[in-house]
């Protein structure tokens, strides 16, 4: 495993091809003297909780940094930042001669709330950032138990070195590894034990502080430390440097044989893969770029699938914006009926309680007039018949009071009976308005910026004098719009009539088209014919005159043979036939051509023709199609 500070590229040598171990009897460590792989008998395969004198950093028991025995990891995911050291035991350290070697002072405030706020914040947003699985708030951190420490420690060393746990002491553990992690200030024993203290807890607050940044430092470097390690060569843009190719194989080897693997057969294999790239290329040969070119275009093909994919989503929730901000607009609208109402309902209540001070001062008043004349009463005297007649007034009194409150009774039911038959027209009416604002909505009405609205506020609503609106805004507004549109819904018809006549005139005459088509196909079979009928009457042409030279030329041989002619006047024969058939040859040839070119100018003629005729069909069917879309668009929107 490579280590991005504390394990430097230039603490292991590179080998050769003769470095690697064949046998498993002779096995040299990394660089001549580095630590030798101990086998135990019981546990083959070293973990961290072999040996509790290692440290959890790295570090071997010879003071060298080795390789990490937990788990090979990549680049990726492994940092340490520790400060490295040399491998060699034959290398004595430098002396400190001249180094002060008095306690640094840390020159942050680390005692100031503030600042100790600040590195609480910086502390939870991190942790929290990177998935911390344990509770955590800022009222913990201000001063944590032991064991959150701990916890918050082994969860930030293990960012740096995989698979940490911390160990049985860790408050001497703790501070060796920030000595190695290079902290530049003292962490001693007494603080850890210590940690809730308000003069110990500042101080490994800033240290957990320091070792955040260092790890956030790591993230960013740790991705392009190769670059840096192995810088490219111009003529390797598009390979691994050979150094880099060496160092990864020597690395993993080094990583298996510390794990108890002899045999390095896949790491050989991979070696010579790469470098076998590195001299013949990446894509290794036709076959491999196709490959490559096919997975790319795949790729390619779902990257664009994906493209559309999130086009789609983005018109779904453009879509739904719309029908947010609509709901958003018509709850806004219903709020402000709502105001209204509840002014109006404040207003009732207000109106309520005065009627019932008057009616309370009015009770008052009779209260006060009833014991003046209890007064009055008491002092009288009374004869027997005033009696009697107060009486006989008495039960009158009590018989219209009884009638009244009969009377009170039946205005009541009354009264109850019209709320009722009102609430019911008012649900009717309610029930209707929104029946009638939806369909205004589908017909894009609502709101007054809609579509065909053209600024009228088709909307109604049943709390505030529906029926005048309707009567004197909605109604003339919607006779005026039928009657627009009865008007376009006419034209539009009258325009689909001359469309579907024009879509008839075109297909008659694609139909034409199409049989003038088929004439001039039937006329170019016929000339088709003719040639064939003409090249065969060439050829058999050509052959009767083949053998009518042959025949000249058996009557030549038979002359030389029988008759006693001189040979010039043989050669001369001969010569005058030659010349005659290479004239009646030439004629043939001449004739052979200017058929092909008839042929050839009369194929490019009906082809021009054939396409042309093509053109015109695919146009006139396209401004068709065009014309019945926007007829039917046109319809389906009257």
């Known amino acids: 495993m490579r280590r991005s500070s504390s394990l430097g590229r230039s603490s292991i040598p590179h080998y050769s091809s003769a470095s690697k171990r064949s046998s498993s009897t002779s096995r040299s460590s990394v660089g001549g003297g580095g630590p030798l792989r101990v086998r135990n008998d019981d546990n083959p ?232 790239q590195k001299l013949y290329g990446i894509s290794g040969g036709i076959e491999n770029l196709d490959e490559e070119n096919k997975r790319l275009e795949n790729e390619l093909d779902s990257l664009e699938q994906e493209i559309q994919e999130s086009q789609e989503k983005l018109k779904k929730m453009q879509e739904e914006e719309v029908c947010l901000k609509e709901n958003d607009e018509k709850m806004n609208k219903y709020l402000a009926e709502m105001d209204g109402y509840v002014e109006s309902l404040e207003k009732n209540y207000q109106n309520v309680e005065k009627e019932i001070e008057t009616l309370a001062a009015d009770l008052h008043n009779i209260k006060a007039s009833n014991d003046e004349k209890q007064l009055i009463f008491e002092s009288q005297e009374f004869s027997q018949e005033d009696i009697e007649q107060i009486k006989i007034h008495r039960k009158d009194m009590l018989r219209q009071i009884d009638d009244a409150e009969a009377r009170v009774g039946n205005v009541d039911q009354e009264i109850w009976s019209e709320e009722m038959r009102a609430s019911k027209m008012l ?41 005048d609106k309707f009567t004197d805004v909605v109604k003339p507004a919607l006779q005026s719009l039928k009657e627009q549109w009865a008007e376009v819904v006419h034209e539009k018809s009258k325009e689909l009539m001359m469309e579907k006549d024009v879509y008839e005139q075109c297909s008659a005459d694609c139909m034409d088209l199409d049989n003038e088509l088929k004439l001039k196909e039937s006329q170019l079979k016929r000339l088709e014919d003719d040639l064939e009928y003409k090249k065969q009457i060439g050829q058999k042409e050509f052959e009767k005159q083949q053998e009518e030279k042959e025949g000249l030329e058996k009557e030549m041989s038979q002359i030389k043979l029988s008759s006693g002619k ?26 052979l051509e200017l058929y092909k070119t008839f042929l050839k100018k009369s194929f490019s003629k009906l082809i021009d023709h054939k396409e042309r005729v093509e053109g015109i069909l695919e146009t006139m069917t396209q401004k068709l199609e065009e014309k019945l879309q926007t007829v039917k668009i046109e319809t389906e929107r009257s």
């Open 45 to 276: 395969k070293v973990t961290a909780s072999s040996s509790k004198t290692k440290r959890s950093s790295g570090y071997g028991f010879s003071g060298r940094p080795s390789m990490d025995y937990q788990k090979p990891v990549s680049y990726s995911d492994r940092m340490s930042f520790g400060q490295g050291k040399t491998p060699n035991k034959g290398l004595r350290r430098a002396s400190h001669m001249g180094v002060p070697t008095t306690i640094l002072k840390d020159p942050r405030k680390v005692s100031d709330k503030s600042f100790q706020a600040i590195c609480v914040a910086k502390l939870v947003e991190f942790l929290t950032e990177k998935g911390y699985p344990h509770k955590l708030s800022p009222e913990i951190l201000k001063a944590p138990p032991r064991k959150d420490f701990f916890q918050i420690f082994e969860f930030l060393y293990s960012m740096l070195t995989p698979r940490y746990r911390i160990g049985k002491k860790p408050e001497e553990e703790i501070p060796k590894i920030f000595k190695e992690l290079g902290y530049p200030f003292m962490i001693s024993k007494t603080a850890m034990y210590a940690l809730g203290s308000p003069h110990t807890w500042p101080t490994i607050l800033a240290a957990l502080v320091w070792m955040v940044d260092l790890i956030k430092f790591g993230m960013r470097v740790g991705k392009s430390i190769d670059s840096f390690l192995f810088p490219p060569n111009e003529d390797e843009f598009d390979s691994l440097p050979e150094s880099q190719i060496l160092f990864d194989y020597v690395e993993k080897t080094y990583i298996a044989y510390m794990e108890g693997n002899d045999s390095f057969e896949d790491y050989d294999e991979q070696l010579s893969n790469h470098l076998n």
């Open 427 to 467: 649900e009717t009416v309610e029930s209707s308005c929104n029946e009638y604002n939806d369909l205004a909505q589908l017909l894009k009405l609502i709101p007054s910026t809609a579509q065909y609205a053209c600024g009228v506020d088709y909307e109604l609503s049943s709390r505030h004098n529906a029926r």
């Open 566 to 591: 001189t040979l010039s006047e043989g050669q001369k024969e001969v010569r005058d036939t030659q010349k005659s058939v290479e004239s009646k040859m030439r004629s043939m040839e001449q004739d």
